[in-house]
T-cell receptor, first 113, second 110 residues
Framework: DSGVTQTPKHLITATGQRVTLRCSPR?????VYWYQQSLDQGLQFLIQ???????AKGNILERFSAQQFPDLHSELNLSSLELGDSALYFC????????????FGPGTRLTVT | DAKTTQPPSMDCAEGRAANLPCNHS???????VYWYRQIHSQGPQYIIH?????ETNEMASLIITEDRKSSTLILPHATLRDTAVYYC???????????WGAGTKLIIKP
């Protein structure tokens, strides 16, 4: 158990819909990262927050957005969903902003039908 | 930035040492080598990292060559639960984020 929690574990929705994925980092970690992993693909970095502020952006679509709240939990919002958005979405956390020792949650499996 | 190459797959017998190589021939002097693993569809798990000295923890050992152009992750007594994809991540992008390749799929056989 990494100490990072993600909800929900599974999500099935239709094209065009909007969903919100939630992540709670390990206790004491200030940085949260979001990754997307499509079937048989590698991890793609989406976005990073540190202590409530956006710190880095990766290959995140404009239809996707995220935020980190004062209690440090984070949400990833995916809108106008397409079939190609079906993937595993992982949240990770670390102590500080450039820490590459990251602890990953169990992921949310999103299926868009 | 380092160009990272790992074998796509490897087999190892249960109870034997699993040695996973990684080539990072253009790694810069101040980039650490991080290793993670991902057991089928679970979240990646941090294993170990190092800069130039060999490192050991409760999970594995990391051997980095003196020229830092390659490293080897060693699982000393592999078990079936070590079957996973192992990622060597010495590269970072302009946002200081880890760059994840395809990794090595390690299969531990009974």
């Amino acid at each position: 158990d990494s100490g990072v929690t993600q909800t929900p574990k599974h999500l099935i929705t239709a094209t065009g819909q909007r969903v919100t994925l939630r992540c709670s980092p390990r206790s004491g970690d200030l940085s949260v990262y979001w990754y997307q992993q499509s079937l048989d693909q590698g991890l793609q970095f989406l976005i990073q927050y540190y202590n409530g502020e956006e710190r880095a952006k990766g290959n995140i679509l404009e239809r996707f957005s995220a935020q980190q709240f004062p209690d440090l939990h984070s949400e990833l919002n995916l809108s106008s969903l397409e079939l190609g958005d079906s993937a595993l979405y992982f949240c990770a956390s670390s102590v500080d902003t450039r820490q590459r020792e990251q602890y990953f949650g169990p992921g949310t499996r999103l299926t868009v039908t | 930035d380092a160009k990272t190459t790992q074998p796509p797959s490897m087999d190892c017998a249960e109870g034997r040492a699993a040695n996973l190589p990684c080539n990072h021939s253009t790694i810069s002097g101040n980039e650490y080598v991080y290793w993670y693993r991902q057991i089928h569809s679970q979240g990646p798990q941090y294993i170990i990292h190092g800069l130039k000295n060999n490192e050991t923890n409760e999970m594995a050992s990391l051997i980095i060559t003196e020229d830092r152009k390659s490293s080897t992750l060693i699982l000393p007594h592999a078990t079936l639960r070590d079957t996973a994809v192992y990622y060597c991540t010495p590269e970072i992008d302009s946002n200081y984020q880890l760059i994840w390749g395809a990794g090595t799929k390690l299969i531990i056989k009974p």
